[in-house]
């Protein structure tokens, strides 16, 4: 596993919101399944001294970390709040922010980052739906139901693909070490590149599935960048140059990062690249 | 959202960008009113937002005496089949030497990054393939205020020092506006100075709204619509019906409808928390759309009420047939309610797009 294990301490940032009051619950649900700390706190400014399913409120994350131990934080604060958010939280010393929030202007997403780095501090995300390694811990919003403990990594920029590629390996009868959503905007924290030399320093991980989408060539460089056998996935390759499908990453520009031509670079260099889904626990086996 | 140039010269000015003397005119009669401003020699360019306009026949020379006739001929044309509605009608430039800068976001660093190239006025993606030294690049902290002196010196080399103030108003757009892209092809230089000849301004959609700008007019209207009720959502011209939750898993669906030799409508997301409404006006949405026979309905995740998304699938109870795959909390309901009005809900995506095949056929 990577990122953390079941001794992660983890607060929730706009704890008091729908989605992160809904989380922090099925969070937490999983954490005493697994025997782990889980959630210990979370914050909401102007809302301190509450609690939201037991756990304690505090109006900033300099307080709560105050009170518990924790290094951790998954992020719920929405759009134009969520680069103050993760400042934040760097700020006070959080170690590694998970960022589940969408829509977050892009300028606010390269200034934030830049500022965690100065403090040490990991970025996941933003757009993304955080990391879960069975058996040990979930930070964010993964259906953990779907998934099985085992040994191989998976590292992707979608949110439901990564639910279906998940299942359909639990389903083949191979589990996963750790599941990392690293986002699908233009700009995001942990990169292919990251996620991946973190998977090679793994003991547990022994290959690992790289789902990646149209735009950009960070699979590639990922995929570049390590020793482990890779299998990988492309979204996309239907989608018409210059449509915005979805995500603000899945664009086509300037001819860089069309579908098509990265599953073939990626088969150039002898990489397994799946044609749908179904087909990625067949190529695992192959590899491992 | 892309400006169109006039727009975008009206931001640079703002930040003390020197752009020509120039004036937006919609009728070629407006014209003899400006010439007075703008000298002997004037340029008429179409506002229309299109790549390669000047090899399109989108921007022409006139002077005095020419001008309305050009701007009746232009008005009349079709730029890569947009209309021309608008044409900025500017001072001829004493141009000395034109040059290329922009500011984007960089993917692969997550900061913004300058190119600057000593020429201008052609393709910089040509230039680069061509001679890749041609373009200097640098890498700006998002935290700094200015591009620092170093890298001014790096990226300009020996072009003229007097570019500089001007590369760093544009990084001050750039972060001032939220831009994706900041550009000035060409960047010339004159007798009386420094101009923005061009312009080109892409705005984020995420921060349309702090941007004060209130419609996005780069999506049509049913994609307007869309948006309204926060879908994602893009028009292809196949007939196979396309509604997923996540971009990904979406664009995955449009994906298998292609490996199976198939042609999808569009593609349509309904965004997190796929209830019974939402899934009703994605369903319908779709329906609407000409030539559609069949839709797939493909929804994955832990929140996803499958009994919800039943009802509104049955509520929207359009004519093209709906398959449906989905997974999360209540599944046993939904596939019983709908079972009971006719519709098939299928185990794989896989299942969910041979079926809608079959159908399309």
Redesign the interface.
Known sequence: MIYGDKDLGVIVQNITGKQGTFHTELMNAYAREVGGRGVVAGTAPGKGGREVHGVPVYNTVKEALREHDATASVIFVPGGAAGDAIMEAAHAGIELAVVITEHIPVHDVMSAIAYAKLHDCTVIGPNCPGLLSPGECKLGIMPAHLARRGNVGVVSRSGTLTYEVVDELTRAGIGQSTVVGIGGDPVIGQTFVDVLARFEEDPQTKAVVVIGEVGGNLEEEGVRSTDLPVVTYIAGVSAPPEKRMGHAGAIIEGGEGDARSKVRRLRDQNIPVASRPSEIPGLIHEVI | MKLLEYEAKRVFSEYGIPVPKGAVIRAAEEVAAHLPDLGDGVVLKAQVDVGGRGKAGGVLMADRTTAAETARDLFSREIKSVPVREILAEERLPIEHEYYVSIA?D??S???VVLFADAGGVEI?KMAEEDESAVRRVVV???LRDIPPFLMRELLGGAPKELAPVINSLYHVF?GK?A?LAEINPLVTTSRGVYAADAKLII????LA?QGIAVNRDLSEREREAEKHGF?Y?E?DGSIGVI?????????T??????YHGR?AN?L?VG?GADQERVMHAVKLVASMPGVNVIVVN?????TRCDEVAKGIIAAGVAPTVIVRM??TNEEEGRQLLAECGYRMLE???AAVKAAMEVAE
């Not at chain 2, 984020?204 to 921060?207: M, Q």
């Not at chain 2, 449009?254 to 490996?259: G, R, V």
């Not at chain 2, 929804?299 to 929140?303: N, R, S, Y």
């Open positions: 976001v993917r692969s997550g900061q913004p993606e902290s998002p935290l972060q939220d994706m984020d959609d995420n921060a702090r994602s893009v292809l997923g939750n996540g971009a990904g898993l979406t664009m995955s449009l994906d298998l409808i292609e490996f999808a593609f997301d997190g929804l994955l995740g832990g929140i997974a999360g794989s995506m896989d």
